[in-house]
Nanobody, 132 residues
Framework: QEQLVESGGGLVQAGDSLRLSCAASGRTDIRYAEAWFRQAPGKEREIVAGISWSSTRMFYADSVKGRFTISRDNADRDNVMNTVYLQMDSLKPDDTAVYFC????????????????????WGQGTQVTVSS
C-alpha cells in the first residue's frame, strides 16, 4: 500500500514562493501517477498538477500554468520510494487551500488522471495560506 506524507505548507504573502513535498513509500513493483489537488473552504477539490509514472508527461490546471511546477525525485533512500514536489511561484490569495498529494496505480507511462476519483491513495494535506 502506498503511503504519502506531505510537507512544506505555510503562510506567505502574495508574490512569494513555496515548495510542497510529498514523500511516497510502499510497493516498488507498482508504478504510480501522482498529483497535487487542493480544496479551498466552500469549494470543490480540484487538481492542480499531475505527473505520469514515467515523469514524461505533466498536467497543470489553467489557473496555475506558468506559476507552478511539478517534479519527481525517484531516488530510493530511507524507505522513501520517491518524492514529488510542487514548486509554487508568484502565489496569489486565490491559491489559499489545503493541498493534497495523491497517487494512482498506472500502467500507462504517458497518462495523468485528472479525476480525483481515479486516485487510490491520499496524503493528509498541508495548508497553504497566501495573504494579500
Amino acid at each position: 500500500q502506498e503511503q504519502l506524507v506531505e510537507s512544506g505548507g505555510g503562510l506567505v504573502q502574495a508574490g512569494d514562493s513555496l515548495r510542497l513535498s510529498c514523500a511516497a513509500s510502499g510497493r516498488t513493483d507498482i508504478r504510480y501517477a501522482e498529483a497535487w489537488f487542493r480544496q479551498a473552504p466552500g469549494k470543490e477539490r480540484e487538481i492542480v498538477a499531475g505527473i505520469s509514472w514515467s515523469s514524461t508527461r505533466m498536467f497543470y490546471a489553467d489557473s496555475v500554468k506558468g506559476r507552478f511546477t511539478i517534479s519527481r525525485d525517484n531516488a530510493d533512500r530511507d524507505n522513501v520510494m520517491n518524492t514529488v514536489y510542487l514548486q509554487m511561484d508568484s502565489l496569489k490569495p486565490d491559491d489559499t487551500a489545503v493541498y493534497f498529494c495523491a497517487a494512482a496505480a498506472s500502467t500507462d507511462p504517458w497518462r495523468v488522471p485528472e479525476d480525483g476519483g481515479e486516485y487510490e491513495y491520499w496524503g493528509q494535506g498541508t495548508q497553504v495560506t497566501v495573504s494579500s
